[in-house]
């Protein structure tokens, strides 16, 4: 994550200000003044002038937790991953850290939704700032994930994260518990699906791969898109493990053929399941003994991919 772009929030944040400034504190006035200067340096990407600016804000007014959030991404924009290591430049993502930390206490149980929408974000940029480009310490991410669950217990995004920060550090159980939560807190999303057979596919559990995926068919049988892709890791386990039997690649090119001509029937020119089922054919000639049967095989695994080659033609207007 790099430079926040979320100019409404900045102008609704100034307009929060000028609402709540009251009529005679020299604080909050010059507050507003330099809340104004900052918010034009930020969106000119003048980021060590917005810094100050912000610095300045909360000095007259500490209250303001909007400025806080700006100014950590100032100094998260600030820093550059050239430089990691360099003291002064780590020096600018802990004070982006501290920033991010201070808005979302400040604004998390606001009343106004702009200021929840910047505390959530706050806990999002925290997430970033602790990743491997830059502060590397997963540790610290994962209270702050935590955390953004139980706020948003229905967003995936959240739990995928948390997931991926637990498989990085071996600790399998709880990246498939983190998963399967997700699964369950919004079972008509697909994404959660996909994360769960990635997750097992890399842990090297198929038949786990498979199930998510057809449970992701499931919820969406309309869509050629998610039977082409349980197609496409019939097809990429077929041909890359070597351990399978003569018996488990055919049940395993035979269920990919199912599900890329589902695919087709729900979508006739869908150039990937073309392509896909030219693909598995080919590797059901490689496995059959007939060969008169593999000649045929790869005669329509020939058509198959000029056919496809033909529509990505039409579809480029070559």
């Given at each position: 994550?790099?430079?926040?772009s979320?100019?409404?929030?900045?102008?609704?944040?100034?307009?929060?200000?000028?609402?709540?400034?009251?009529?005679s504190?020299?604080?909050?006035?010059?507050?507003?003044?330099?809340?104004?200067a900052?918010?034009?340096?930020?969106?000119?990407?003048?980021?060590?002038?917005?810094?100050?600016?912000?610095?300045?804000?909360?000095?007259?007014?500490?209250n303001?937790?909007m400025?806080?959030?700006?100014l950590?991404?100032?100094?998260?924009?600030?820093?550059?991953?050239?430089?990691?290591?360099?003291?002064?430049?780590?020096?600018?993502?802990?004070?982006?850290?501290?920033?991010?930390?201070?808005?979302?206490?400040?604004?998390?149980?606001?009343?106004i939704?702009?200021?929840?929408?910047?505390?959530?974000?706050?806990?999002?940029?925290?997430?970033?700032?602790?990743?491997a480009?830059?502060l590397?310490?997963?540790?610290?991410?994962e209270?702050?994930?935590?955390?953004?669950?139980?706020?948003?217990?229905k967003?995936?995004?959240?739990?995928a994260v948390?997931?991926k920060?637990?498989?990085?550090?071996g600790?399998?159980?709880?990246?498939?518990?983190?998963?399967?939560?997700?699964?369950?807190?919004?079972?008509s999303?697909?994404?959660v699906?996909?994360?769960?057979?990635?997750?097992?596919?890399?842990?090297?559990?198929?038949?786990?791969?498979?199930?998510?995926?057809?449970?992701?068919?499931?919820?969406?049988?309309n869509?050629?898109e998610?039977?082409?892709?349980?197609?496409?890791y019939?097809w990429?386990?077929?041909r890359?493990?070597?351990?399978?039997?003569?018996?488990q690649?055919?049940?395993?090119?035979?269920?990919g053929l199912?599900?890329?001509?589902k695919?087709?029937?729900?979508?006739?020119?869908?150039?990937?399941?073309l392509?896909?089922?030219?693909?598995?054919?080919?590797?059901?000639?490689?496995?059959?003994?007939?060969?008169?049967?593999q000649q045929a095989?790869?005669?329509?695994?020939?058509?198959?991919?000029?056919k496809?080659?033909?529509?990505?033609k039409?579809?480029?207007?070559?």
């Amino acid at each position: 994550m790099r430079a926040f772009s979320g100019a409404s929030l900045v102008t609704a944040a100034m307009l929060a200000l000028s609402i709540s400034v009251g009529c005679s504190q020299v604080g909050q006035v010059k507050a507003k003044r330099s809340f104004k200067a900052a918010n034009a340096a930020y969106q000119a990407q003048d980021y060590k002038k917005a810094a100050g600016l912000y610095e300045e804000t909360l000095t007259e007014d500490p209250n303001l937790g909007m400025a806080h959030f700006f100014l950590g991404n100032s100094y998260d924009n600030m820093y550059r991953p050239s430089k990691k290591g360099e003291p002064a430049n780590e020096a600018l993502l802990t004070k982006a850290v501290e920033q991010y930390k201070l808005c979302a206490e400040k604004l998390g149980n606001s009343q106004i939704e702009d200021e929840r929408k910047l505390a959530k974000l706050s806990l999002e940029y925290l997430v970033a700032a602790y990743g491997a480009d830059k502060l590397a310490d997963p540790a610290q991410a994962e209270p702050v994930l935590i955390k953004m669950i139980e706020l948003e217990p229905k967003e995936p995004s959240n739990y995928a994260v948390l997931a991926k920060i637990y498989e990085d550090a071996g600790l399998y159980d709880d990246a498939e518990k983190v998963l399967l939560m997700s699964k369950e807190a919004k079972p008509s999303d697909s994404g959660v699906y996909l994360q769960l057979a990635g997750f097992y596919n890399r842990q090297g559990k198929f038949d786990k791969t498979i199930e998510s995926l057809n449970q992701r068919a499931t919820i969406e049988p309309n869509n050629p898109e998610a039977f082409q892709t349980i197609a496409g890791y019939y097809w990429d386990e077929t041909r890359g493990d070597s351990a399978l039997t003569e018996a488990q690649k055919r049940d395993y090119i035979g269920k990919g053929l199912e599900a890329v001509d589902k695919a087709l029937s729900l979508k006739a020119d869908y150039v990937e399941a073309l392509t896909f089922k030219g693909l598995l054919l080919r590797l059901q000639a490689n496995v059959e003994k007939d060969g008169a049967k593999q000649q045929a095989l790869i005669k329509q695994a020939t058509e198959l991919s000029d056919k496809a080659n033909e529509l990505r033609k039409k579809a480029t207007g070559n």
